[in-house]
């Protein structure tokens, strides 16, 4: 845990740094941790959304199962339109945990833990 705060501080000031300069890196070239920094957090984020060990609020929790039964329903589209029902399985996991997951939302509290 400590490793890692200290990393997003530590990127956080090089990214300052590199935004008073103009945005430039060493090279002349756009700054190391633009655009990919951006990416790794983002992922970061939905990552964090579908932590269930993660004290999360209500609204997360919802959007997880809906994400869960979005992709469940795609991997079955694609499992019927390709003829291969070893696709079903994957669905139907993923089915069973957006049920589990709306299941938790609707006994959450509507404020933050």
């Given at each position: 845990?400590?490793?890692?705060?200290?990393?997003?501080?530590?990127?956080?000031?090089?990214?300052?740094?590199t935004a008073?300069?103009g945005g430039?890196?060493?090279?002349?070239?756009?700054?190391?941790?633009?655009?990919?920094?951006?990416?790794?957090?983002?992922?970061?984020?939905?990552?964090?959304?579908?932590?269930?060990?993660?004290?999360?609020?209500?609204?997360?929790?919802?959007?997880?199962?809906?994400?869960?039964?979005?992709?469940?329903?795609?991997?079955?589209?694609?499992?019927?339109?390709?003829?291969?029902?070893?696709?079903?399985r994957s669905?139907?996991?993923?089915?069973?945990?957006?049920?589990?997951?709306?299941?938790?939302?609707?006994?959450?509290?509507?404020?933050?833990?």
């Open positions: 845990m400590g490793r890692r705060a200290r990393t997003r501080a530590r990127s956080a000031t090089a990214r300052a740094g008073s300069r430039l890196g060493a090279t002349g070239g756009p700054a190391a941790g633009g655009p990919a920094v951006a990416d790794r957090s983002a992922s970061r984020r939905v990552l964090a959304v579908l932590n269930p060990l993660k004290g999360t609020s209500r609204r997360r929790v919802v959007w997880a199962a809906i994400a869960f039964a979005v992709s469940g329903l795609a991997l079955a589209a694609v499992g019927l339109v390709a003829e291969r029902p070893e696709w079903y669905a139907m996991l993923l089915g069973l945990l957006a049920l589990l997951w709306g299941v938790r939302a609707s006994f959450m509290s509507d404020r933050r833990p």
